[in-house]
């Protein structure tokens, strides 16, 4: 095969024994590469019921079909398994949940690195009995003993391995945070790119797998490597004019004062995601601010969720506060830029930050998620405070949304009297300290309890949803979809969201497909789509027309491409596709596949009795705010997600129809249908 290794190479942890698969090309071309191919993999060998936690649960590595060769955006990939924190039924060790689909996402070198190192992704079965680290040279496969990497931070062990086996090893790894099992931990690479979505972090810990180390030669043949080279020229020039115009480039700060002019004068940011200053933005200032360059705006006009979702940008988080946090300030203390393997834009920085306290004092640029989760979301204003809990969250392994949005109901907690000074003691603070809103103080100690289990940091290891069940009368205050935290977009500015937070099989997801991102990027960056996406104000019309959409952002995903793509133009998906494999494909394949990734996401959530509507009912407006960008704003997700499932060809509860899995050409799965349960609408359309 062109384009691929042609081979998997799948770790039996337990008996320490690895074996090499050599699937069809006819699988490739189904589900690509990516998670569509651990779609594929997972739910043919993960038993129904398994604990997420426990030996039968398999935890994939698995790069993009794109990814590490030129095609620009291209150098993400995925880790997949059976997530511990968003399914549904009895908890179970420790309170965790039987467990639905779940899918992490990061960018760097270590996707190529998996391609480099031969396969074209790397499975995990069984637990190991001690502390193992995968390490994959040119002279073979071994299970190396990690037990004097167990406790080490990421960062550390990172350096470790790269001194044992030299300064090109690739490694992603887990810090203490996997280790302590918690549910909103990820796995690291290139020492601060997290996948950290889905508790991936607690199932690699769980099975005493420290690390992955990869040092591989291996050089996959393309079809046609002249009409790769084309095509990258072509695309990459067109990023460079965008981003290096000079005149255009300057104007991408000046988004910082766009938000309180877009205030007085009533305009909306963002009407159900058409968000053109963002567009601009990723053209012309995310090369240099990258993410970061909408810190400011954000927390101005509602797009950024204010103090746990209750507050107002401009009373609570005026704009004095969030300049402090503004992406030049950041810039000033550029080290370097860098970019993901094949990355045109180079969206990342490393900066140089003397305050933290590690002999290193280089530390990657915080993103946007970042930004908002320790920013407005909490009411801290500490530019120091918050380089130091984003280095610290890199090194610990946790997702820093999840992190802040638990930080988040911990100080409402406080506020509400359901936690005291006393609760938080440990072996820092013996008499305990009282984390409050605006208080920078309290944050990094909060922050490390909740890393490392310490006293109260046991009970909020797991996230704000599981937190909740611990801490009498607090459930309320935990701002979650399906057990996650949301990323950091309000939905009650792009009501869209609630859909795509909702219904996507791994919840809570800001990158996940939805309408508004939808008609604002997808329809450019791939034009056969544009017929597909009607422009309708009819809720229940927009899910149905975002059916497509969610279709080809499977694809993207399995291939391994950024989103930051979706503001460039047309990508020269189809020839890209036809210059590493060979594969005449037309839009309909493409959208085709797409559709048979997510039925597969979907119906493993369905055997699992996973599906869920559930959405905290303040982060629909429930009760609306009387002030701000937000005012009056009350969100019912119901009927989007109705015409969502209608357009995919799913029943009303989210399970597929037979005839919906048999058009994706899953015909296999049709027979597990009588097993599968769904779950009715939120809001007051399920009534």
């Not at 189809?574 to 494999?581: I, K």
Request: proline share 7%.
């Amino acid at each position: 095969m062109k384009g691929l290794t042609g081979q998997i190479l799948v770790v039996n942890l337990t008996n320490r024994s690895f074996h090499v698969e050599e699937p069809p090309e006819q699988v490739y071309r189904q589900y690509l590469g990516g998670y569509g191919l651990g779609a594929w993999y997972l739910y043919a060998h993960t038993p129904p019921g398994a604990d997420p936690l426990g030996p039968y649960n398999v935890l994939g590595f698995t790069p993009g079909l794109l990814t590490g060769s030129a095609a620009p955006f291209s150098g993400r990939y995925s880790i997949c398994a059976k997530s511990p924190l968003t399914g549904t039924g009895p908890r179970t060790n420790g309170g965790h949940c039987n467990g639905g689909w779940g899918n992490a996402n990061s960018g760097g070198s270590f996707g190529p690195a998996i391609k480099r190192a031969g396969f074209d992704a790397i499975f995990f079965h069984g637990q190991a009995s001690a502390p193992v680290y995968l390490l994959i040279t040119p002279q073979g496969i071994s299970l190396e003993d990690a037990s004097s990497l167990w406790g080490k931070d990421a960062v550390e062990t990172d350096d470790e391995l790269q001194r044992r086996h030299g300064e090109r090893a690739s490694v992603a790894a887990i810090g203490v945070a996997g280790e302590k099992l918690s549910l909103i931990s990820g796995v690291v690479n290139d020492r601060g790119r997290i996948a950290a979505r889905s508790g991936l972090g607690a199932v690699m810990g769980a099975k005493k797998l420290k690390a992955l180390c990869l040092l591989g030669q291996t050089k996959v043949e393309y079809a046609d490597p002249a009409a790769l080279r084309a095509a990258t020229k072509a695309y990459n020039d067109r990023v460079r004019r965008y981003t290096g115009n000079k005149l255009l480039k300057a104007l991408g700060p000046l988004l910082d004062h766009a938000a309180p002019l877009m205030r007085l004068s009533g305009m909306s940011m963002a009407a159900e995601g058409q968000m053109l200053p963002v567009a601009i933005g990723g053209l012309f200032g995310g090369a240099a601010l990258g993410t970061t360059m909408t810190n400011v705006m954000s927390s101005q006009n509602g797009d950024s969720p204010v103090k746990n979702y209750k507050g107002v940008g401009y009373l609570d988080y005026p704009m004095r506060d969030a300049m402090k946090l503004r992406g030049p300030a950041l810039l000033r203390l550029g080290q370097r830029q860098y970019g993901c393997h094949s990355c045109p834009l180079r969206c990342g920085y490393i900066l140089q930050y003397d305050r933290l306290p590690y002999a290193d004092k280089e530390t990657h640029r915080p993103e946007y998620e970042t930004c908002c989760a320790f920013g407005p979301l909490i009411l801290n204003h500490d530019l120091d405070v918050l380089l130091q809990i984003n280095e610290y969250l890199n090194r610990a392994g946790l997702d820093s949304i999840s992190a802040g949005g638990l930080v988040a109901y911990t100080l409402e907690c406080v506020e509400a009297g359901l936690l005291k000074k006393a609760d938080f003691a440990c072996a820092e603070y013996p008499d305990g300290f009282l984390p409050t809103w605006g208080d920078p103080t309290c944050l990094l100690p909060l922050v490390k309890l909740i890393a490392t289990r310490e006293g109260i940091g046991d009970r909020l290891a797991d996230g704000a949803f599981f937190a909740a069940q611990r801490i009498p009368g607090s459930a309320h205050l935990a701002i979650t979809a399906n057990g996650s935290v949301m990323g950091m977009h309000d939905l009650r500015l792009s009501r869209s969201y609630a859909m795509s937070f909702v219904s996507d099989p791994s919840p809570g997801r800001h990158t996940a497909a939805h309408y508004g991102s939808i008609r604002m990027g997808m329809t450019d960056f791939f034009p056969p789509l544009a017929p597909l996406v009607a422009r309708t104000n009819d809720p229940r019309e927009q899910g149905r027309a975002s059916a497509a959409g969610v279709a080809l952002h499977q694809v993207m995903e399995s291939l391994g491409l950024c989103m930051f793509s979706l503001l460039m133009g047309p990508y020269p998906l189809l020839g890209l596709v036809r210059a590493l494999t060979g594969w005449e494909m037309d839009a309909a394949e493409v959208l085709a596949i797409g559709a048979r990734i997510q039925a597969l996401r979907q119906m493993f959530n369905a055997r699992e009795g996973a599906i869920r509507h559930e959405i905290s009912p303040r982060a629909l407006g429930q009760p609306p705010l009387a002030k701000g960008p937000l005012a009056g704003v009350t969100v019912d997700p119901a009927p989007m997600i109705a015409g969502y499932y209608e357009g995919m060809g799913y029943g009303p509860d989210g399970v597929p129809t037979a005839e919906t899995l048999r058009r994706c050409g899953l015909d296999e799965l049709v027979a597990d249908l009588p097993s599968c349960t769904g779950a009715p609408l939120p809001g007051p359309a399920a009534a």
